[in-house]
């Protein structure tokens, strides 16, 4: 019986004339398989192997991660056991000679039927998993997330605390004139704070292109895809901080937002999230107050500074020279030294289709006023214009300049200086017809 099976394979290697192929395959596989087995002895020590996680879906993908890894090693010595015999066994140097024979029915059916076998045994614990990993019900807490370039954003559902995670790797490290940390593109300012225990809901969108969201220590990965919210959820077993990143190509800086999430004992957690909505009520008061204040050129230009080089000089350049063909400079653009309201229209409300996202949510009135000071006034762009939190109020309300400015900014895209065409124009229209001005303008520069 073994004689005729092995027959066949012998058969079959021969057949394919390329034996030489066929032995390359043998030993790579057996090699790899060699190769492995350390691998698999020493999960700690080594990150060749899938994390085993802090979370009980990740314990179930790592155990059927493994299973199926032991199915496919046991089908591999089996295949390559019988077909080494074979070879051995039946070598043309010992006078065997090759049973000829085509199309046995008994053989088809049988190498069909066992490999079915497998896999809807592997299918069922596969699909256990899945389905437990996609019900996101009876949540404790459901925290929103949404990627943009580059950057992640998270909002607590039913709490007043969101905020943006910012990768804080040095550039100095990126460049290589500094020496690399031990968490070096795996750090940022505001980590996601998060019970352990707790079911927590993510949802996941974002406000650009498709970014990913993937902590492997929870086992969780889901696509952010703009105007889609995708769900995903996990329950901590161990305080601590884990990391991940965005696994999605999602532009020139996509391996620059990295993910950091701190799961904190649940005492902890409630007075964390206490701490940060008494936090965010005080920042929302102190807000309110800065729209009440003028600042001086140079404290514009200060506060203007940091925005920018935090915020815009990813893309524009610290310099203000932006890059080529990609992110205009800011050093002489005909916005940022011409109309003013085209110039704060773009900044709150971005460019659609473009890399130029709205800061409008993500700034502050106060931080936008003084971004754009800076970009008008810095790299010789000596427009002397120093903008206030009150005039970016005014423009995010009803889409105007407050008066004095007001003339300034028409005077620039209109011929006529009649007061009263210019407040109609102007409040007649929402955020989105400065726009409309914009577009109209570069030419006229
Ligand atoms: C992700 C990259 C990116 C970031 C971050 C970014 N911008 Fe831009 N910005 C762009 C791109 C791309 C354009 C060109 C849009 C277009 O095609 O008109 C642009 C255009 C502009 C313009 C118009 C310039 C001109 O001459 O056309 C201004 C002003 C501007 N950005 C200000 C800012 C400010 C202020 C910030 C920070 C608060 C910022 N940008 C952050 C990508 C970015
Ligand atoms: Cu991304």
Same mark, same amino acid.
């Given at each position: ?41 020493? *999960? ?20 059927? $991660? ?22 051995? /066994?039946?070598?043309?140097? /010992? ?41 996101? @019900? ?52 505001? *980590? ?19 970014? @990913?969201?993937?902590? *492997? ?98 893309? $524009? ?58 970009? /008008? ?39 006529? *200086? ?10 007649? @229209? ?16």
């Amino acid at each position: 019986m073994i004689r005729s099976w092995t027959n066949v394979v012998a058969y079959f290697i021969a057949d394919s004339s390329d034996r030489y192929f066929s032995l390359c395959l043998v030993a790579r596989t057996l090699i790899g398989m060699l190769l492995f087995v350390p691998m698999i002895a020493t *999960p700690a020590e080594t990150r060749l192997n899938l994390t085993q996680g802090v979370t009980e879906i990740s314990g179930k993908v790592y155990d059927l $991660h493994m299973l199926i890894f032991y199915i496919c090693c046991a089908i591999g010595v089996v295949v390559f056991g019988v077909m080494f015999y074979s070879i051995i /066994r039946h070598r043309k140097s /010992r006078g065997v000679k090759a049973a000829h024979f085509h199309e046995s029915t008994k053989v088809e059916i049988i190498w069909t039927i066992i490999p079915i076998i497998i896999l809807v045994l592997m299918a069922i614990p596969a699909t256990k998993t899945l389905i437990a990993m996609e019900d996101t @019900s009876q949540d404790d807490l459901t925290i929103t997330v949404t990627g943009s370039q580059w950057k992640w954003h998270y909002r607590y559902f039913n709490h007043d605390v969101a905020f943006y995670s910012f990768l804080t790797t040095s550039q100095k490290q990126i460049e290589g004139s500094e020496q690399k940390g031990e968490h070096y593109l795996l750090e940022v300012d505001n *980590p996601l704070v998060v019970p352990i225990n707790r079911k927590i809901r993510f949802l996941m969108t974002s406000d650009d292109v498709i970014h @990913s969201w993937w902590v *492997p220590d929870f086992a969780v990965k889901k696509d952010a895809v703009p105007g889609f919210i995708n769900e995903a959820w996990t329950k901590i077993d161990k305080p601590g901080i884990y990391r991940g990143q965005c696994a999605e190509l999602c532009g020139r800086n996509h391996g620059f937002m990295p993910i950091v999430v701190q799961a904190l004992p649940e005492d902890e957690f409630d007075t964390w999230l206490a701490k940060q909505e008494q936090m965010a009520a005080a920042k929302k008061a102190e807000q309110e107050k800065a729209l009440g204040k003028t600042l001086s050129m140079d404290e514009l230009m200060a506060l203007g500074e940091k925005v920018y080089n935090d915020r815009c000089s990813v893309c $524009h350049q610290v310099n203000g020279e932006g890059m080529a063909n990609v992110f205009p400079a800011m050093k002489g653009s005909p916005i940022a030294t011409g109309d003013l309201l085209s110039h704060i229209d773009i900044v709150i409300n971005g460019k659609a289709g473009t890399a130029m996202q709205a800061f409008a949510n993500q700034l502050n009135e106060e931080e936008l006023a003084a971004v754009v000071t800076y970009e /008008r006034n810095a790299w010789g762009n000596d427009t002397g214009d120093a903008v206030q939190a009150s005039d970016i109020k005014q423009v995010l309300t009803n889409g105007t300049l407050p008066d004095k400015s007001n003339d300034q900014a028409n005077m620039a895209s209109t011929s006529t *200086p009649e007061p009263n065409t210019m407040t109609e124009t102007s409040t007649a @229209s929402n955020s989105k017809a400065p726009s409309e001005t914009m577009d109209s303008q570069p030419e006229a520069q």
